[in-house]
């Protein structure tokens, strides 16, 4: 390797790193963004982010929590439309959503369907994981997968289950045996990922992925939705003049950019006449940050109990920080919003936390969910980083948009920091250099039969950043167990 270490690092580390990462075991073609021929836009780790065992089960157990999860949000959505559970819980959740939509996600015909991708992000902080986000239309899986195979060219040992490709695979051919015709179920499907212009700059990784597929399974495409038709019972995509019929969606845009899309009604009618399956499934309910709230709602606790056990309750409550919805209505005079206190009294209204000192601003705000601005780390306002003008702003603009767009305000969980390496080209001198870090990791759970763990990715930003999410100076590395550490 053309890699040495850095003085600063002790010799005893540089003992135990002697793999280093060889970047030309990268992707020769950009992974993210519309820049043609640049690998990466971000820094490299001369090795994978080291997991210990405990944190490695503690992965797996999370993916099976919000597996159980995850139907559990939807059986409460439901019973609150039929009044079977408090009813407003189905209000909070429909809040700004179309109608249309609304009526389609609740058709009976995929009703036990849930997201077969979850990827949760988890901050690394001194008392275990924080659970900030869950998202049902996750990027990175091409990226991951690609870093997987570098670094195992390199000589590591990276966490994965057999490849992500593979497994992915696996996942969609068993969705279609469970959700197809019986008539249909005897075939290889042809699989088509569609991804919209909103997602644009995941192309080139999904591209990836699908280009990895193709070599054992020619059969999946990535697809445009201007290259869909309808062909008299068929579900179609235009290619060259060449029209091939599809049997599986695997869908890679956000429900909120269904507007924009072309096609979209195309998709539906034939999810309707049941011509393609789809997965994730058209359903909001999973892609509102609203439920990270609801789990510590004192009301809801019985309700929980109904569809999830008391230990899953517990370990949904400690991973998840605090948080309430940012409701503008008035409570009544002799009630409080559980939980939020400023200056050691009770809070009955949100405008009172304008207020706050920066001490008791360690709250973060962020849309929850139905938004072009709730993915990617924007519209999030992290309160002890702001001035009292801004915070107060933000606070405000949160309280105006209950009713389109709920926000919700969350505890802010610190990351501890961590002292992590990277490859530094600078200066025509190629070496590892220190780069203290705090970490977010993203574990990858594929549901064919049961959730299981397939690859995690740690982005690790420099100690100073606030909110940690992919950026230029940050470093993104796959994960790999710590006894597994350097096989060559």
Request: some cysteine; charged content about 25%.
């Amino acid at each position: 390797m053309p890699y040495t270490y850095d003085q600063t690092a002790s010799d005893e580390t540089a003992g135990e790193t002697a793999l280093v990462l060889d970047p030309a075991f990268l992707p020769e073609n950009a992974l993210y963004g519309a820049e043609e021929g640049k690998t990466v836009g971000w820094e490299l780790s001369p090795r994978p982010y080291l997991l210990s065992q405990e944190q490695h089960q503690q992965l797996v157990n999370i993916g099976q929590l919000l597996h159980r999860w995850l139907p559990a949000c939807e059986s409460l959505y439901r019973d609150s439309l039929e009044e079977k559970a408090p009813n407003w819980v189905s209000a909070l959740v429909d809040q700004g959503k179309p109608e249309h939509l609304r009526q389609f996600s609740v058709m009976k015909r995929w009703k036990s369907q849930s997201p077969l991708v979850i990827r949760p992000d988890l901050l690394v902080t001194e008392s275990g994981f924080a659970l900030c986000e869950i998202d049902a239309v996750p990027g990175g899986i091409g990226f991951t997968a690609a870093l997987n195979q570098a670094y195992q060219a390199s000589g590591f040992s990276v966490l994965q289950n057999k490849t992500i490709p593979e497994d992915f695979l696996e996942m969609l051919k068993a969705f279609f045996v469970r959700e197809a015709p019986e008539s249909q179920t005897g075939k290889d499907p042809v699989i088509a990922l569609i991804i919209s212009d909103e997602a644009a700059d995941y192309r080139h990784e999904m591209q990836w992925l699908v280009d990895t597929i193709q070599q054992d399974y020619p059969a999946i495409f990535l697809v445009h939705p201007k290259q869909l038709r309808l062909v008299r019972d068929k579900l179609v995509f235009e290619d060259n003049g060449l029209e091939t019929p599809i049997d599986i969606i695997y869908r890679f845009f956000e429900l909120f950019d269904l507007a924009n899309i072309p096609g979209i009604d195309l998709i539906q009618y034939a999810l309707k006449k049941r011509w393609v399956v789809c997965t994730p499934p058209f359903k909001p309910v999973f892609e509102e940050k609203a439920w990270l709230s609801l789990i510590h709602h004192p009301a809801l606790q019985g309700e929980w109990l109904k569809r999830i056990s008391q230990s899953d309750l517990d370990a949904l409550s400690a991973l998840i920080p605090e948080g309430w919805i940012l409701d503008p209505r008035p409570v009544p005079p002799q009630a409080v919003i559980p939980g939020l206190t400023i200056q050691n009294q009770a809070v009955q209204d949100f405008r009172t936390l304008k207020k706050a000192t920066q001490k008791e601003r360690h709250l973060v705000i962020k849309p929850s969910g139905f938004s072009p601005l709730a993915w990617g780390s924007k519209g999030v306002t992290i309160g002890h980083d702001e001035s009292q003008e801004a915070w107060a702003e933000a606070l405000e603009n949160a309280l105006a948009s209950f009713g389109k767009t709920p926000y919700l305000l969350q505890r802010f969980e610190k990351p501890k920091t961590e002292d992590l390496f990277k490859l530094d080209t600078q200066a025509g001198q190629e070496k590892v250099i220190p780069f203290p870090a705090k970490t977010r990791l993203c574990p990858y759970y594929f549901v064919a039969e049961a959730p299981t763990l397939v690859g995690v990715l740690a982005t690790a930003c420099p100690a100073d950043k606030k909110i940690i999410h992919g950026m230029k100076d940050a470093i993104l590395a796959p994960a790999a167990v710590e006894t597994e550490r350097f096989t060559t």
